[in-house]
């Protein structure tokens, strides 16, 4: 899916963190200005399963503030999702912003009227849902293990290793990754060459695991299949 571009551009900030999240070669980087915007947008360019793309500050939303004066709010990103393998259903978009716990506490007479119109913008839409999401949501076990494996998705795969592993995988259906390493192999130091791979045939979801708990060496593994092409269904 193309993007469009944010409706303003994010200048640097000497209050908080700026900088960009890489996606696709063929989208443009997310740009960010907290690490929670960073970390939020890391997660959902790892997912490729869970999410088609998103848009950075996609929208303006006029809402009224409490002196009565017409402003404009623009949430932080609007999430797109795939369609389920099984079914086709792909989940209308969400709208979203990133504030930390503390600051919504502090900030929230001024932030209620943004967000309520951000709630019935995304109605309108025929959206989700308008969503907050704060550190609670967002640095999770999930994320620890996506900042260990996107690492491995910068490198370039091996095939032939690859290939040992997943027919070794798919006759185990379920197993370790140390297991898997010394069925494959017998000898240490090959062990060794072949562990980056399995890293990131998990971050390529080719291999299976819960990364809601923390990956180990003995953390369950199993073959995935290929991502299938659904159709669009958005009802």
Avoid at 11 to 22: M, Y
Avoid at 121 to 145: A, D, H, K, P, V
Avoid at 214 to 229: F, G, K, N, Q
């Amino acid at each position: 899916m193309s993007m469009t571009m944010p409706v303003r551009r994010i200048p640097p900030n000497g209050r908080s963190l700026t900088g960009r999240v890489a996606r696709p070669l063929d989208e443009e980087s997310a740009e960010f200005e907290s690490s929670l915007e960073r970390d939020l947008y890391s997660l959902l360019v790892f997912d490729k399963r869970r999410y088609a793309s998103f848009e950075v500050q996609p929208v303006r939303i006029p809402f009224i503030n409490d002196e009565g004066r017409i402003r404009t709010y623009t949430p932080d990103v609007l999430i797109h999702f795939t369609a389920d393998p099984t079914t086709g259903y792909r989940p209308r978009p969400v709208l979203g912003e990133v504030k930390y716990r503390e600051d919504l506490f502090k900030n929230w007479k001024e932030l209620k009227p943004k967000f309520k119109a951000a709630r019935a913008f995304s109605r309108e839409q025929g959206w989700q849902q308008f969503r907050i999401f704060t550190e609670i949501e967002i640095r999770t076990q999930y994320l620890e293990n996506v900042k260990f494996l996107r690492g491995f998705t910068r490198m370039e795969l091996v095939p032939d290793d690859a290939s040992l592993l997943l027919n070794t995988l798919t006759t185990l259906h379920i197993t370790t990754p140390e297991s898997l390493l010394s069925i494959c192999c017998g000898d240490q130091r090959r062990r060794l060459e072949l562990m980056p791979t399995l890293w990131q045939l998990i971050a390529l979801n080719q291999i299976g695991c819960n990364l809601d708990e923390p990956l180990t060496m003995v953390s369950p593994i199993w073959p995935l299949a290929p991502p299938a092409i659904n159709r669009e269904d958005n009802p």
